[in-house]
């Protein structure tokens, strides 16, 4: 049979049965002394402004006193076995967990010696010899002691500090996880899992190669970066992973290169960052400042076509004027003639329609905020629309909560907004179907929704409607939802769409309520 590990470490400090008999042959002398040699260690810790803190309590200190006179008396039992073992170690794990640095339970040994060995060598004054083994003995007690107690606080302390990293690795924002030599997961941290969607249990042992998108892989990504990790250890760079779903996630990436410490290669460890608001907003600031750059020289160009297209629109008037004239004479040559100039006024109307829209959406006003009847504002504009409607065979259905409390708006702008998401569900339903207009609230917002019986748009289409000068129209500008967003945020408002393919768009605008 294997020795125990109690064997070996007594078989180390060579301590015989003669030991045993020495140190149980103290008995007597120890319960003596046992109260006067605890009281001065008790006393010796308070010169010590870190272990006095520890010692404020009289509950404390009489708990401190007890256990260390059972410790000493346990001692002169000569009982090193299993229980003796595993009760030194729970004194090192206590001693760690109040905080008492081992340098004083160390310090300990050493004073409780200092204390014993006179009153050890006067008791057997008779007889050095034995006086020198009972001595040596209580050396070897201590030394026993003193190992166990600090390999507990090691364990102790390294067990904290594990916990504390893996805390730290789990609670973190960021992905991280670990790969071995082979390239294949060994952790993954709760972040990866929210992120990614792989789950723990999943993901360990599968090779790093599942986040990444094939296209980077055909490209060769991985090789670029095994190369920039053996060059220098580490590599930070961004790119785009793979969720679990197929959902492309663009992030920031830490690779580094792990070692133990004799320097040879563990693995990698890798710390990803989800970068997608970022991207987002850099998005969106490149497209703010380029739609700034296309504002101006829209406004520009509009300002400039502006007037002579007045022009050429006063002189098709007159012309036409002069045709009534002419087709006295010759009614043939006047037909045809008016049916040309009723295709020059058509394009002029065209150019000044697409003008203004650049117009105002360059130099859109900020909003005049007032008290707004939300419902009278959409039953007078769609009223106004009436004629429109029945010329293209639309049917207008309108539900108004009559309850909706009014709103702070800029009335114009507001209609404007709305009136962009009609004329849209209009040519979205060339031969004719319905338009639903209706309100609501929320218990902070009024809600406006607008839906038409019309083809519908795909989710490309959807993702690129609010940009400007996206159009599925033939003649479109692309400005009309753009405004319409704009107007939208300006009120601190909110737009969502839903829209299936061939059944019909629905567009909802939540606005805060006074």
């Known amino acids: 049979m294997a020795p125990t590990d109690s064997q070996l470490r007594m078989e180390f400090l060579d301590f015989t049965a003669r030991d045993r008999q020495l140190l149980q042959a103290l008995r007597p002398l120890l319960e003596t002394h046992v109260a006067t040699v605890v009281d001065v260690f008790y006393e010796h810790l308070l010169e010590f402004p870190d272990t006095a803190q520890l010692l404020r309590e009289r509950t404390t200190v009489d708990h401190l006193k007890r256990v260390q006179r059972d410790y000493l008396m346990r001692i002169t039992d000569g009982a090193f076995d299993e229980d003796y073992f595993a009760d030194r170690i729970r004194i090192g794990q206590t001693h760690e967990r109040v905080g008492l640095s081992s340098r004083w339970y160390l310090l300990a040994y050493s004073l409780y010696f200092k204390l014993l060995a006179p009153e050890i060598w006067k008791h057997y004054a008779a007889n050095p010899e034995v006086a020198g083994e009972t001595l040596l003995a209580l050396q070897k007690a201590f030394m026993l002691d003193a190992s166990l107690a600090m390999e507990a606080y090691i364990a102790s302390d390294r067990y904290r500090h594990l916990r504390q990293l893996e805390s730290i690795v789990n609670d ?6 670990l790969l071995d030599n082979e390239g294949r997961y060994r952790a993954w941290n709760r972040a990866a899992e929210r992120i990614f969607g792989w789950g723990t249990e999943e993901i ?14 055909d490209a060769g990504e991985m090789e670029r970066i095994d190369e920039n990790i053996n060059r220098s250890g580490h590599y930070h760079f961004e790119s785009v992973r793979m969720a679990k779903d197929g959902r492309r996630i663009p992030v920031e990436i830490t690779v580094s290169l792990l070692r133990d410490p004799q320097g040879t290669p563990l693995g990698r460890s890798a710390i990803l960052r989800d970068i997608t608001e970022r991207k987002h907003t850099e998005e969106e600031k490149l497209r703010s400042e380029r739609l700034a750059v296309i504002g101006a020289m829209s406004a520009k160009l509009a300002h400039e076509i502006r007037n002579p297209l007045s022009s050429i629109k006063l002189n098709i008037d007159l012309v036409g004027d002069e045709i009534k004239t002419l087709s006295r004479d010759n009614d043939a040559v006047a037909g045809e003639a008016r049916g040309l100039l009723h295709s020059l006024d058509s394009e002029v109307r065209r150019i000044q329609r697409v003008t203004e829209d650049y117009l105002q959406f360059a130099r859109m006003p900020k909003s005049r905020r007032e008290i707004v009847l939300v419902n009278q504002v959409l039953e007078d504009g769609l009223t106004f629309m009436k004629s429109l ?4 065979g639309i049917i207008v259905h309108t539900e108004f909560d009559e309850s909706l409390p009014p709103v702070q708006a800029d009335e114009g702008q507001l209609w404007q907004a709305i009136l962009n998401l009609v004329r849209n569900a209009l040519e979205a339903m060339p031969g004719g179907g319905t338009l639903t207009v209706r309100t609501g609230r929320t218990a902070t917002h009024a809600v406006i929704t607008v839906s038409d019986t019309g083809k519908g748009m795909t989710k490309d289409e959807m ?5 400007p000068f996206f159009s599925t129209k033939t003649g479109g500008t692309g400005l009309g939802l753009p405004l319409t967003q704009q107007v939208v945020t300006e009120h601190g408002a909110r737009i969502h769409c839903e829209s299936v393919p061939r059944q019909g768009t629905t567009f909802t605008i939540e606005l805060p309520l006074t």
């Open 172 to 177: 973190s924002a960021d992905v991280i996880f």
């Open 204 to 217: 360990l042992g599968k090779p790093l190669s599942v986040i990444f998108p094939p296209e980077l892989l």
């Open 389 to 392: 409607f029945d010329a293209t």
């Open 463 to 467: 993702a690129q409607m609010y940009k």
